[in-house]
Nanobody, 122 residues
Framework: VQLQASGGGLVQTGASLRLSCAASGWITTGYTVGWFRQAPGKEREFVARISWSGGSTVYADSARGRFTVSRDSSKNTVYLEINSTKPEDTAVYYC????????????????WGQGTLVTVSS
């Protein structure tokens, strides 16, 4: 499985942004694709995940309300939409994939995208 994250950039506070994670290789039933982020000087944290087959979603408490994870199976792509961006959303955003329904297991996967930088200016 190979993942390619894109869509980051510099935005002003309050703007919306959609990140993409294009997957190639073997992703099928049982796989979960998720988003994590790492802010400067902080540890990487979970943001959201979506099951590849049923489309069920799970969000971190901090992401609920402004973040939306979705997928387009026809394009093998998972999206993360960020609304009403805040300076504290500034981070490198990574997508990850694993054959699991566990966030912890997902965080330990070997399948990661290269990360895309989101910078929110105040």
């Amino acid at each position: 499985v190979q993942l390619q994250a894109s869509g980051g950039g510099l935005v002003q506070t309050g703007a919306s942004l959609r990140l993409s994670c294009a997957a190639s290789g073997w992703i099928t039933t049982g796989y979960t694709v998720g988003w994590f982020r790492q802010a400067p000087g902080k540890e990487r944290e979970f943001v959201a995940r979506i099951s590849w087959s049923g489309g069920s979603t799970v969000y971190a408490d901090s992401a609920r309300g402004r973040f939306t994870v979705s997928r387009d199976s026809s394009k093998n792509t998972v999206y993360l939409e960020i609304n009403s961006t805040k300076p504290e959303d500034t981070a490198v955003y990574y997508c990850a994939a694993a054959q699991t329904r566990s966030t912890i297991a997902l965080s330990r996967t070997r399948y990661w995208g290269q990360g895309t930088l989101v910078t929110v200016s105040s």
